[in-house]
């Protein structure tokens, strides 16, 4: 069983930055795949970005892609999404998820956080 926590979600301008960190608990961090999800109002839940269980591979949704970095820590069972140059479409609540395959992948996941706000004034 895993659990994951999201923080560091928030209400930014346009153009601005946020870090969202995402703390797993659990030994087999390190051997999950971890992904970022979001979901604006009234949208369907879309993928944002992948890393794989090593951090060797990652993978992102065009419209982020140059934007935001995707990145992990398993010495501190973490996973972060660092989002630069924010627009007002990204606003949504932010996800993270772990994937017990260990590889970049869409889908499925297998554990899911409670979610995160970011909302993006313009």
């Known amino acids: 069983q895993v659990q994951l926590v999201e923080s560091g979600g928030g209400l930014v301008q346009a153009g601005g930055s946020l870090r969202l960190s995402c703390a797993a608990s659990?030994?087999?961090?390190?051997?999950?795949?971890m992904g970022w999800f979001r979901q604006a109002p009234g949208k369907e839940r879309e993928f944002v970005a992948a890393?794989?269980?090593?951090?060797?591979?990652?993978h992102y949704v065009d419209s982020v892609k140059g934007r935001f970095t995707i990145s992990r820590d398993n010495a501190k069972n973490t996973v972060y999404l660092q989002m630069n140059s924010l627009k007002p479409e990204d606003t949504a609540v932010y996800y993270c998820?772990?994937?017990?395959?260990?590889?970049?992948?869409?889908?499925?996941?297998?554990?899911w956080g409670q979610g995160t706000q970011v909302t993006v004034s313009s």
């Open positions: 998820a772990a994937a017990r395959s260990g590889v970049v992948t869409l889908g499925p996941y297998d554990y």
């Open positions: 659990g030994r087999t961090f390190s051997s999950y795949g």
């Open positions: 890393i794989s269980w090593s951090g060797g591979s990652t």
